[in-house]
């Protein structure tokens, strides 16, 4: 790879994931020296690396080399891109139930009030998409969070490990790319 390639978007999508290198090392098969170089810019991953990276990551390979700021680009056809002013009224943002890793705490956090928005997100997204996890798997990515202290400040529902919400996170982009396509079809009507 060339060295005037700029990996800060390898290293800010760890970081935004609540991920460490080390948990990315395990899960792709790439040593964590390797990663720890690739961020001193001693060396640069192969494009095989970058592959399973970005697979692992769940954007593409321009985004992690910096050609683009848009991790996972949409295939919109060029005629119905100015036409996708709103995505659809069924659409559910992860922003508003996903809640990322406090410094204290590495952990995303799912109030248990959004538990309906969890499961609609999985069956779309399986709908959409047969080969993602099954539901017993998706379900174990979620740990319930539950004690007395916590119920009465509001505070009780579903952790995701960093680790977990890599994985969560390619259902629920699953569920954003079945979004996307019920609005194409629409629009194709």
Excluded at 45 to 74: H, Q
Excluded at 78 to 83: H, L, R, V
Excluded at 110 to 117: G, R, W, Y
Excluded at 120 to 138: L, R
């Amino acid at each position: 790879m060339d060295k005037s390639v700029n990996l800060t978007n390898l290293f800010n999508r760890i970081e935004e994931l609540g991920i460490n290198p080390k948990i990315v090392a395990e899960a792709t098969g790439i040593s964590s020296g390797n990663i720890s170089d690739w961020k001193k810019g001693r060396s640069y991953p192969t494009a095989s690396k970058m592959i399973l990276l970005a697979d692992y990551l769940g954007c593409s390979i321009d985004y992690l080399v910096g050609r683009t700021d848009v991790p996972r680009p949409l295939n919109v056809p060029k005629e119905f891109a100015d036409k996708l002013g709103s995505m659809t009224d069924d659409f559910i943002s992860e922003d508003g139930f996903v809640h990322p890793p406090f410094m204290s705490n590495r952990v995303y956090f799912i109030h248990e009030k959004d538990e309906e928005k969890i499961w609609k997100v999985y069956d779309k997204a399986k709908a959409y998409d047969d080969s993602i996890m099954d539901k017993e798997t998706f379900a174990a990515l979620l740990d319930k969070y539950d004690n007395p202290l916590s119920r009465a400040a509001g505070a009780s529902g579903y952790s995701i490990k960093p680790k977990n919400y890599v994985e969560f996170k390619k259902v629920y982009d699953t569920y954003v790319d079945s979004c996307f396509n019920d609005v194409l079809n629409r629009l194709k009507k």
